[in-house]
């Protein structure tokens, strides 16, 4: 399998404020990564730079052998708000990447309408995001984000907003979208069961400054249903994490409260 990206000694200050410490990690083409650890790890910094919206302080990134300068349309960023504009419909709302890059024509709304279907929302196209779900506000989220045909899908915590029951519909949604066209993706996320279910492997970030603890790689079969996280192999893995981030769990969660 072919490498996506290279990630080499990646570190980020703001300031005075070391947010992230010689991070290095490689990622294959297809693979599902996720990113856990405790709250100011720098897990939403590390995807922010990626994605080009925040330069890095020191380091580098590497896309398929050409280092990364600024967003581009090879990266698409699904953020925690779906921040949907209320005045488009679903469909409008979806081809706002094309219409930046200037790619509005036929083929590009046939296509879109396609991932619109893919995603579950096939017959929704012409209602408003007041007229939605959550859940379905996040579908065409998703939909934006595969409207310009990324390389890789970069995602900060798309489900933390939904309830417990829709968000674990939306993850077998994820891996069955996932599945269908082998998309590389970076999911951030404070779930260690959601991290598990849906990586090929998971990073574990310590706290601030972050750093790279392990790279967990998650041996389940696919294709995984939820039924999976009732397992023996799955529980491990789970307790495996959280064995390994608690303690500074615990010391992010008391600085917050005092």
Known sequence: MARKLEITALSKWFGELEALRSIDIAVETGEFISVVGPSGCGKTTFLRMVAGLEPSTSGT????????????????FVFQNDSLLPWRTVL????????????????????????????GLGGFENYYPRQLSGGMRQRVNLARALAIDPD??????????????????????????WEQGRKTVL??????????????????????????????EIKLP???????????????????IWTMIEHDVRAAVIDEHV
């Open 152 to 177: 890789v899908l970069l995602m900060d915590e798309p489900f933390a907003s939904l309830d417990a029951q829709t968000r674990e519909i939306m993850q077998t949604e994820l891996l069955r979208i």
């Open 61 to 76: 990134i590497v896309m398929d052998g050409k280092p990364l300068a600024g967003p581009g349309g090879n990266r698409g």
């Open 187 to 216: 999911f951030v996320t404070h779930q260690i069961d959601e991290a598990v279910f849906l990586s090929d492997r998971v990073l574990v970030f310590a706290r601030r400054p972050g750093r790279l603890q392990e790279s967990v």
């Open 92 to 119: 409008s709302n979806a081809l706002i990447g094309p219409e930046v890059a200037g790619k509005v024509g036929a083929n590009e709304r046939q296509r879109t309408l396609d991932l619109l279907q893919l995603v």
């Open 222 to 240: 696919r294709p995984r249903s939820l039924a999976i996280k009732r397992t023996s192999e799955f529980i491990a893995y789970v307790d495996h």
